[in-house]
């Protein structure tokens, strides 16, 4: 049996997570978290052989958790889930340590395949993923602003996206709103837009929301 450790803040997605391994016959779920923290807490005590984890959930950013894991738990593979299009946050969880990773609007189906192939060992991306990934090593193109920020400033731009506010975001990643303006500030130089307006603008257009 696939022990699998789902990671999500939202109690309704971790229930079909469960319910569809469940039914697979050959995974099993062992445990729940809805933070970094109890990721890592969890990881401690219970034995799982793949982690399922979303891309934002309250605590550390997603990107500081995969290697926390990677250091602590180097033979745990993790499969990252997430809202966003692959092409735009694929890469950076694999840099940071992800084994699969896969569009939450992907089927039943699909999420069982991922859970199998990167408990046996393997990468999992979709088709579609390393079509486009192919296709950019042949013919290189301008990077998008956003490819140039660091993970922190691609974390906050996310969430800025979505809607959340400087506290808000402060609060999910255990920073201070002082901190958080810092980051949007910072942002708005380097995308070279003039209000946050514009930069909660770009972030929706470019797909880049929770």
Known sequence: MIRVLIADDHPLFRAGIRRTLE???DTVVTGEAATGDEVL????????????????????????LLRRVRTEHPGLPTLVVSMQPEEQCAVRAFRAGAAGYLNKERSSDQLVNAVRTVADGRRYYSAELADRL???LGTPSPRLPHETL?????????????????????YQLSLSPKTVGTY??????????????DLVRYAVQQGLTV
């Open 150 to 170: 660091s993970d922190r400033e691609y974390e906050v731009l996310c969430l800025l996206g979505s809607g959340k506010s400087v506290k808000e975001i402060a």
């Open 184 to 197: 949007r500030a910072r942002l708005m130089q380097k995308m070279k837009v003039r209000t946050g307006a």
């Open 134 to 136: 192919v296709a950019g």
């Open 23 to 25: 039914d697979a016959g």
């Open 41 to 64: 807490q969890q990881l401690r005590h219970a034995e799982s052989d793949v982690l399922l984890l979303d891309v934002f959930m309250p605590g550390m950013g997603f990107l500081e």
